[in-house]
């Protein structure tokens, strides 16, 4: 029986053919994961998927410590332990001969050094970037993947539902932000999929601030955005809350992001260019006036990495088909007063409908 990563790699395979490319040499972990079922962060050693297709052959070289794990999990039957004394590339070409023609690699992932490395050990060959056709593969999700994604977002906002309830005035950003991660291996996640954003009164005017010291006061913004891990999938939501009473601006604000959120939602539909979602959302923020306090994209795809294709921005060209995950996210961004962003994900399903993963209720609470 055929498993969904020989799947995967047969249509890379085909690719590859396609494009007379002889071998490929995957390094990014994600990818390494969405092509093997090995879900592992190698950190600063050397791990790589690499597909000869004229010998039909495939390697996964790992660490020697994650051999093992790697064993039990993946679907390659040729793993490769890689000891830290050993140079890997000189591994690689012990295992797989020499080889003289054009290689598949993917850029963004592969750095200066791996990239000498692999010149230096195999002199003959010629690179070309695979990366393009690898996202695109990815882009759009099985029928496996939607579940794995509804898990993660399921977990989160349970951890939003109760969290919240443990929200003080006095405590600080850094106490709250504790209480969500302790939440999320409660109920059972693998781990935040990034680092947990809970910013309080003007501080939630940065779109990426870290949470710190700052005591949550009456009258103040909370933003939390965060998200957590579970079974290689991400989840990720925004909501912003007033703690006490929200003043008329405040309330006002809140207001225009939730119709901006609305409205790139409704924008959502396959046989369009993506840029129509931007455009759309970030209209009800222009024409109300806040234009200049939106600056960043709408949104972003979400799977195996919390950030991945494609990217939901207003020179997007790209047509939106079946199978696309993303999220759609506006906000108000105002310095030294405060910030509103409001965070859904939605899925383009198999039918062309859409579908918006997320179910937290979006109207303004007060805590």
Request: net charge negative.
């Amino acid at each position: 029986m055929t498993t969904v990563y020989e799947a995967r790699r047969s249509l890379l395979k085909s690719y590859l053919t396609e494009n007379n490319i002889a071998a490929v040499m995957i390094t990014a972990p994600a990818n390494v994961f969405y092509f093997t079922g090995f879900n592992s962060n190698p950190h600063e050693r050397f791990m790589s998927l690499f597909i000869d297709t004229h010998a039909d052959k495939n390697y996964l070289f790992v660490p020697s410590l994650d051999k093992d794990a790697a064993m039990q999990v993946s679907d390659i039957t040729t793993i490769i332990p890689i000891s830290d004394e050993q140079i890997p590339f000189e591994v690689v070409r012990e295992s797989i001969g020499e080889l003289s023609k054009t290689v598949g690699i993917e850029a963004k992932a592969l750095s200066y050094h791996l990239y000498n490395s692999l010149l230096e050990f195999f002199p003959g060959i010629e690179v070309v970037d695979v990366q393009p056709f690898i996202n695109k593969q990815r882009m759009k999700k099985s029928k496996d993947e939607i579940a794995k994604l509804r898990t993660a977002i399921e977990i989160i906002e349970k951890v939003l539902e109760e969290g919240i309830k443990k929200v003080k005035i006095g405590m600080s950003e850094s106490d709250l932000t504790a209480e969500l991660e302790f939440l999320m291996r409660k109920f059972g996640a693998d781990g935040a999929s990034f680092s947990t954003i809970v910013l309080s009164g003007e501080k939630a005017a940065l779109p990426h601030g870290s949470p710190g010291e700052r005591s949550i006061q009456k009258g103040d913004y909370l933003l939390i955005d965060f998200g957590v891990i579970k079974d290689g999938y991400c989840s990720d939501i925004t909501r912003t809350f007033i703690i006490g009473e929200a003043s008329e601006q405040q309330k006002e604000i809140y207001d225009i992001v939730l119709k901006s959120n609305e409205a790139g939602i409704n924008a959502v539909q396959a046989g369009v260019p993506l840029k129509t979602f931007d455009i759309e959302a970030r209209n009800v923020i222009v024409n109300n006036g806040y234009g200049d306090y939106f600056n960043n994209r709408v949104g972003h795809g979400l799977g195996i990495e919390v950030h991945e294709e494609p990217s939901i921005h207003e020179k997007n060209e790209q047509i939106a088909e079946a199978g696309l995950v993303f999220t759609i996210e506006p906000g108000i961004y105002i310095p030294d007063v405060g910030g509103v962003r409001i965070e859904d994900t939605v899925y383009i399903n198999e039918d062309g409908k859409v579908e918006v993963l997320s179910t937290f209720p979006k109207q303004l609470q007060i805590l």
